[in-house]
């Protein structure tokens, strides 16, 4: 079974970063360098969740 069964990316990650990590995906910033931005701008969650957001 898969353990994103019914997650989806509107609630994997607060809806403040959701357009900047779009933004910076398409851009082609590295998940590494997504990371220290929205971390930078306040961002207190885990990695995993925004790697998850942006896979």
Sequence with gaps: MNGNYGVTRSNTLP???HDEINQLLLEGYTFKKIEEVIKARGYTGSS????MYAN
């Design 15 to 17: 809806p403040p970063y």
């Design 48 to 51: 995993s969740t925004i790697r």
